[in-house]
């Protein structure tokens, strides 16, 4: 199976590489353990209602990235024309709690020391203590002391849609889904059901790498190789291995996001609302049908709360009916938003014990060492991006450093 490029995963960084790569001439083949693309950006459609695995905006920077998106989707590409927005004080709020900052907020580019330095030093500590602590805490699970300045940096200056996002008429998997199609009618194969198990290396560079397929292991030659995985995994199917210690591992952020129905209108015409108050057990609710008309049926509404613990937490232990009962009691009081709480019904519960590494201001240089030591190995890149457009670009990025 020799190919120019060999991408690894099939989430939104992967697919940017295989479709770059594919555009550009190169013989191209995909690989990915799961049975379809998009990674954790899909569409899930059961019971005649369709909602995305968590809420994922296209953050787009450029007017090229429209074009992009506008060449892939066409008439789908439908225009959400409200921007994020938090509960504050009792009320939904315009924008997230990182835009509620006062007018004085102080101008600065540096990301160095914790997330508390990067946010006291631009908008003082009791804007911080009052509105903003409350919230990253919430979803990291850590002191914004022990958090690095670079989260909340990317957040403000990265995750901003102050006036309303583009977004995929069937969905986050309806972009997925254009992205491999096309990567496929120019060539590219794509494997799915095929984990990667080892990458071989002889000589400082890339030589063969066994995917764990259906039928067994089949062992792929490549030019090149994209990985759209975090360092630390690539890192980690690397043989001959690195030395003992030379790939940290880093306590893993756990998302449990329960899904709700309504036999109604939605109950707010916001998109997406974050929430910083403790007795909700959900720090984020997307309401599915302000995403797109197409994805509910009229007359009912979905919402998605999105559930963060450790995984050792009381909350990720607890079981379905019951979470889901937590939720929709919180939409009542203290949101305000449901009556009653028995109209929820409830669709599923999806889990993801390894949503995302925590890893603390402490142990940021060990996170590095994992890049620093694949930089050393020829024929590889790794491509990882913050939200999706960031992934893709990454993605793309990658595939143009591998096939140069």
């Keep these: 199976m020799p190919h120019d490029l060999l991408v690894l995963g099939a989430g939104p960084a992967g697919l940017g590489a295989a479709l770059a790569a594919a555009r550009a001439g190169a013989s191209v083949a995909l690989a990915d353990g799961g049975s379809r693309v998009g990674g954790l950006c899909v569409t899930i459609r059961r019971d005649g209602l369709a909602y995305d695995l968590g809420g994922h905006i296209p953050f787009v920077r450029d007017r090229g990235r429209l074009r992009w998106l506008e060449e892939l989707l066409g008439d789908d590409l439908v225009r959400v024309g409200r921007p994020v927005c938090c509960v504050l004080g009792g009320r939904i709020a315009r924008g997230r709690y990182l835009d509620q900052r006062p007018a004085s907020s102080a101008a600065g580019d540096g990301d160095a020391g914790s997330a508390y330095d990067f946010l006291t030093a631009r908008f003082g500590a009791a804007f ?10 919430k979803v990291d699970g850590m002191p914004l002391e022990r958090m690095p300045a670079l989260r909340p940096k990317r957040l403000i200056e990265d995750q901003a849609a102050p006036d309303g996002f583009w977004y995929p008429a069937e969905g986050i998997g309806q972009l997925m889904d254009a992205m491999a199609a096309e990567a496929v009618a120019l060539g590219t194969e794509v494997r ?52 003992a210690g030379a790939v940290p591992s880093f306590p893993m952020r756990a998302a449990a996001i329960v899904y709700l129905a309504i036999d109604r209108e939605p109950l707010t015409p916001e998109p997406w609302i974050q929430v910083d108050d403790a007795r909700v057990p959900f720090a984020r609710m997307f309401e599915v049908a302000n995403w797109s008309a197409r994805l509910v049926p009229a007359g009912r509404t979905v919402l998605g709360c999105e559930c963060y613990a450790d995984p050792d937490d009381a909350l990720w ?4 009916e019951e979470l889901a009962r937590a939720c929709a009691a919180a939409l009542r009081d203290p949101l305000g938003l449901l009556d009653d709480p028995g109209a929820a019904r ?5 889990r993801i014990p390894r949503a995302w590494p925590l890893v603390a201001l402490d142990r940021l240089d060990a996170a590095r060492r994992a890049a620093a030591l694949l930089g050393g190995v020829e024929g590889i890149e790794v491509a990882q991006g913050g939200d999706v457009v960031q992934a893709i670009e990454a993605g793309e990025r990658a595939a143009r450093a591998a096939l140069s």
């Design 128 to 137: 911080v203590e009052r509105t903003m602590r409350r919230y990253l805490e």
């Design 192 to 243: 799915l059901g095929h984990r990667v198990e080892r990458i071989a290396r002889a000589g400082g560079r890339v030589a063969t790498v066994t995917l764990r397929g259906p039928d067994g292991p089949v062992e792929v030659a490549a030019g090149a190789v994209v990985a759209g995985l975090p360092p630390t995994a690539v890192a980690g199917l690397l043989e001959p291995p690195p030395p």
């Design 346 to 350: 409830l669709v599923e519960v999806v």
């Design 317 to 320: 232990s607890t079981g379905d």
